[in-house]
Nanobody, 124 residues
C-alpha cells in the first residue's frame, strides 16, 4: 500500500514557476514508477510527466516538455515536478500517482495509487 500526498500548488503569474512535491509512504518507494497528471475543469486527467523507480527513464507530454522537470529522491520518498514558464493553460489540479512497473507508465488506468491533488492556478 502506498499513500501519496501532494503539496506546492498555488497561484502564480504566467511566466512564473512552481515546484510540486509528492510525499509517499511505504518502504518500497524506489520500486514504483511515478507520474504527475493534471485535470482541468471539464477535461480528462492527462499524464504530464513520469519517472522510473531509479530515475533512468522519464517521460514528458509535448505540452510541457522543456518547461517541466520531474525528479525524485528515493531516500526521502519524494517525487517533484518543477514547473517553469507557466502558462494559463497549465492551470489544473495536479495529481501524483504510483505504479509498480514502468511498462504501464503511459496509461492512466495502470496507476495503482493516487494522491488527492493540488490546485495550480496561473493568471495572465
Amino acid at each position: 500500500q502506498v499513500q501519496l500526498v501532494e503539496s506546492g500548488g498555488g497561484l502564480v503569474q504566467a511566466g512564473g514557476s512552481l515546484r510540486l512535491s509528492c510525499a509517499a509512504s511505504g518502504r518500497t518507494f524506489s520500486t514504483y514508477a511515478m507520474g504527475w497528471f493534471r485535470q482541468a475543469p471539464g477535461k480528462e486527467r492527462d499524464l504530464v510527466a513520469a519517472i522510473s523507480g531509479n530515475s533512468d527513464l522519464t517521460y514528458y507530454s509535448g505540452s510541457v516538455k522543456g518547461r517541466f522537470t520531474i525528479y525524485r529522491d528515493n531516500s526521502k520518498n519524494m517525487v517533484y515536478l518543477q514547473m517553469n514558464s507557466l502558462k494559463p493553460e497549465d492551470a489544473a489540479v495536479y495529481y501524483c500517482a504510483a505504479l509498480s512497473t514502468w511498462a504501464g507508465a503511459f496509461r492512466r488506468s495502470a496507476y495503482d495509487y493516487w494522491g488527492q491533488g493540488t490546485q495550480v492556478t496561473v493568471f495572465s
